[in-house]
């Protein structure tokens, strides 16, 4: 290739990236003056443009970004790492993703009116949709990704939140063991046979009318923490009410219906209640052979429980049976 034949197409070059420098300030111009257009109408988009800049801010953003974009044949490293922040830019803002439908229509909206002009050096459309698509669709796998990270997070505290209140609603805040609705729930949700043991403080109104509620409380939560320290591993004792307390022992074939009343006994002989002079009975009743749910077996155990107090303090009684057992 001679030098003059060189210079032409140098010229030629030089004449064909002008025009194309040209038309792209144009086709950028056309839309940002459509997408001022658009967001006259909504008060919602320009209320989250006010919020994070201005809208004349906003369009200088656009028109440098454009540009960037469209001015090369090429996509360099500057179009993804930038559509990542714009990306979390816009979920931080609340863009909505019907906003990106809107402005492609807005941009090719105004591709084909500097088309239909005439003029000279507009790349191809398809060139420039290949284009858009990596820069929008880095946008929005972004915004993607941080919208599921952020419903993740959300779902997460919500699931602990939910988690902490049903806590909550089944724990007793005096004695901080398991109330009347959380005892229900485990049993009425389990089939383990067992023994349902329902535990009375004898005269226990005297403390509170003596001694006042606040020792009286202090009672309480002395009683409850005596009782769980003494528990084995699947034990489970709750407070059901007033100065009522219930205790969940299972039966295995290590622990026949046989010894239930001794482990009982067991249990509560170590709690110190004379430092409280105070006392205690109980009522008994076995599942499945007195009932399977918690109303039926603390019916019987009620009843069991009235027969114990008929005997004085520190006694203990099986529904169905007559023979009393002494605690201590």
């Not at 383990?192 to 535990?199: E, K, Q, R, S």
Request: charged share 25%.
């Amino acid at each position: 290739m001679s030098v003059a034949t060189a210079k032409l197409v140098e010229m030629g070059k030089d004449k064909h990236h002008s025009e194309r420098e040209s038309a792209i300030n144009q086709l950028i111009d056309k839309f940002i003056q459509h997408f001022g257009d658009q967001i006259q109408n909504n008060s919602e988009i320009i209320s989250v443009m006010n919020s994070s800049s201005s809208v004349l801010h906003h369009n200088e953003l656009i028109r440098s970004h454009l540009l960037r974009v469209y001015q090369d044949d090429y996509i360099d490293d500057y179009v993804s790492d930038f559509s990542v922040r714009v990306g979390k830019s816009h979920i931080s803002n609340n863009v909505r993703l019907s906003w990106y439908v809107v402005g492609y229509n807005l941009f090719f909206d105004a591709y084909h009116e500097i088309e239909r002009s005439g003029i000279r050096g507009l790349p191809s459309l398809d060139s420039l949709k290949k284009k858009w698509l990596v820069d929008i669709g880095t946008t929005l796998d972004t915004y993607h990704e941080l919208l599921g990270q952020g419903l993740r997070n959300e779902n997460s505290i919500l699931k602990r939140t939910v988690f902490e209140l049903d806590i909550q609603a089944k724990t007793d805040p005096l004695t901080e063991i398991l109330n009347r609705r959380g005892f229900t729930e485990f049993v009425d949700n389990s089939s383990t046979p067992g023994a349902f043991v329902l535990l009375d403080l004898d005269d226990f109104k005297s403390v509170n009318d003596f001694l006042g509620h606040v020792a009286g409380d202090e009672i309480l939560r002395q009683v409850a923490h005596g009782i769980r320290v003494h528990l084995r591993e699947d034990d489970i004792v709750a407070r059901i009410g007033g100065d009522e307390f219930c205790i969940w022992i299972p039966i295995s074939q290590s622990n026949r219906e046989d010894i239930l009343e001794a482990a009982i006994v067991h249990i509560l002989a170590r709690v110190p209640f004379d430092e409280w002079s105070i006392a205690i009975s109980g009522g008994m009743a076995l599942r499945p052979q007195d009932g399977t749910k918690f109303e039926e077996l603390y019916l019987k155990a009620d009843n069991a429980l009235y027969k114990a107090k008929s005997k004085g303090n520190f006694s203990l009684c099986r529904w169905g049976s007559d023979e009393i057992t002494r605690i201590k």
